[in-house]
């Protein structure tokens, strides 16, 4: 049999692990082939890394991995830029064809004299790294050379949107711990990094236009401690806040696209806007003076549709266009409670006036008008499946979070689906039972296995319909995660569950293989510093 699936690999390898090069490959996502020959490599200090294509992103890439090598594994490997083919004891990297791999794909062969990876493009030159540094990373030995086995690995994704999502409202994120976010999506092969940046509880971007979204918008007063259960709610007293001025946010942009991830920002609107009301009351709906959120939960202040608002959201995603050069920005639109709306003379009569039938129409008129804006300036709209009510916006792509039925509806009408469904991919959940044991979270249950199970295309679909599907991504709400330790916690081992969802296509996938491989990553995380969820982690065998 030419190709042997890893999981028969591991197994072998597994039963015959006396010799220390034959230990189970520990690749996640789990790669499309792998074909295993006789033999091995050793990277080591002597190790060159080769560049034969003058390139600046495979350069970058080159040089990231390089760090990373020398950083958490004590390898310092040479960079020879423009060398030539020959030689031994290289990692060649070369660029071919773009017939050849497809967007992302890679072809990797490893042998005694070296490792060789070609792609069609730099992307796929860097998955073909990071699936190098994975192995070196998962290896045994804590620092120094480092063994890969003789293999032709060939590679490329499932799906277009590799995502994953992080508030950092509720709770603030310092750059660094975005940076280490964005390192770990790198790792397992995402692409997208969903930035949610404005709430009800703050503000994070910096716009220069309107200096009060953050002098004001970004502080609350307290935050609520504990849960809902206690009543009255307890508060901390503590003045709470932060934001990224356009400068940071440009810095994270680049490091992100160093590391071939678009970084989406979503701007919330009509709802979700208290911060923004807090800093220009003029926005809201009843002109009353509000602060910053301080409790979880919904806010009942929404944009007033005015026209001053139009301006204001125009001037706030033009500064954001100008940090963020990704094709997509989502403009949020999940649960926009409509009372005030309900209860404004003013807005009734805009109702009226523009022949609308109810408020989900008016919402879908707001969001109709925010997309023809981006759409102008030839950027697309993604919004949560509320944009759904009241007529979606003609070339909306949905992002289906309240289960499936917003991304099946919205792929039946040809539009483009991220799907996010609560039950596998909201990653606020607890991921062990006795929930009790485990720290506060905001409720649900979702382990492991469950995320991995994942099928992102619906049974429902065509195969046409199907075509809609461009990804997964799983949410990380920030309520009760305080801190970016505790964002590990709740990601780590769900992440790389995700990967394989996103990224394996899913007769490749095998559970069993899936648990070993993730025992084997503890190694990787205990170099990184990770500190991941033992209580989440797979049982590990007898
Ligand atoms: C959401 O979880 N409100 C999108």
């Avoid at 295993?36 to 200090?45: L, M, R, T, V, W």
């Avoid at 310092?76 to 071919?96: M, Q």
């Avoid at 006795?434 to 199970?453: F, H, K, N, Q």
Wanted: hydrophobic share 35%; aromatic share 10%; net charge negative.
């Amino acid at each position: 049999m030419k190709y042997t699936p890893l999981f028969l690999l591991v197994s072998t390898m597994a039963m015959s692990c006396s010799h220390k090069n034959h230990e189970p490959l520990a690749v996640i996502p789990q790669p499309s082939q792998v074909e295993q020959k006789s033999g091995f490599f050793i990277i080591n200090d002597s190790t060159r890394m080769v560049l034969e294509t003058p390139d600046q992103r495979v350069r970058k890439a080159a040089i990231i991995f390089i760090d990373d090598l020398r950083k958490k594994q004590s390898l310092n490997l040479t960079l020879d830029e423009g060398g030539k083919s020959s030689g031994i004891n290289t990692i060649h990297l070369k660029l071919v064809s773009p017939e050849e791999t497809g967007k992302e794909g890679y072809v990797l062969e490893s042998g005694r004299k070296g490792i060789n990876i070609s792609s069609g493009t730099p992307a796929g030159l860097f998955y073909g790294l990071m699936t190098i540094e994975q192995i070196a990373l998962t290896a045994n030995q804590d620092g120094g050379s480092v063994t890969v086995p003789a293999m032709k690995v060939e590679d490329s994704p499932r799906f277009d949107w590799r995502g994953m999502h992080l508030d950092v409202c509720r709770h603030f994120m310092p750059v660094e711990a975005v940076k280490k976010y964005i390192d770990y999506l790198a790792l397992y092969k995402f692409n997208h990094f969903h930035w949610h940046l404005t709430e009800d509880q703050g503000w994070r971007i910096e716009i220069k236009k309107y200096p009060k979204l953050t002098s004001v918008g970004a502080w609350r007063d307290s935050t609520m401690v504990g849960n809902f259960s206690s009543t009255p709610l307890k508060y901390d007293g503590k003045r709470y806040g932060g934001f990224y001025t356009q400068e940071e946010a440009r810095d994270i942009v680049r490091y992100a696209a160093d590391r071939f991830i678009t970084v989406i920002p979503e701007i919330e609107m009509p709802g979700h806007a208290q911060a923004a009301i807090a800093a220009y009351p003029e926005l809201g709906v009843t002109g009353e003076k509000v602060g910053v959120k301080c409790e979880w939960g919904i806010s009942p202040y929404i944009y007033m549709p005015s026209e001053k608002t139009f301006s204001f959201l125009e001037d706030v995603l033009t500064e954001v266009m100008a940090v963020f050069p990704s094709e997509y920005i989502h403009i949020g639109g999940d649960e926009a409670i409509k009372d005030q709306w309900k209860e404004s003379p003013g807005v009734q009569a805009l109702i009226k006036e523009l022949n609308l039938k109810d408020e989900e129409e008016l919402q879908s008129y707001f969001i109709h008008r925010m997309e023809k804006f981006l759409n102008a300036k030839g950027r697309s709209i993604i919004g949560w499946d509320e944009i759904l009510q009241g007529g979606l916006a003609p070339n909306a792509t949905v992002m289906s979070w309240r289960g499936e039925k917003g991304g099946i509806a919205a792929a039946k009408m040809d539009h483009n689906v991220v799907m996010s469904p609560g039950n596998y991919c909201y990653f606020d959940h607890y991921q062990a039972k006795p929930v009790d044991d485990e720290p506060l979270a905001i409720g649900g249950y979702l382990p492991l296995d469950t995320v991995y199970a994942y099928n992102p295309v619906p049974k429902e679909l065509t195969a046409a319909e199907a075509e809609h599907i461009l990804g997964v991504q799983a949410n990380v709400w920030t309520e009760y995660i305080p801190d970016f330790r505790q964002v590990e916690y709740m990601i780590f081992p769900r992440l790389l569950a995700m990967s394989e969802v996103a990224w394996t296509q899913p007769g490749d996938k095998n559970q069993d293989l899936f648990h070993a491989k993730v025992l084997r990553q503890v190694n990787l995380f205990n170099k990184l510093g990770v500190n991941y969820s033992e209580t989440g982690m797979p049982p590990r065998p007898e």
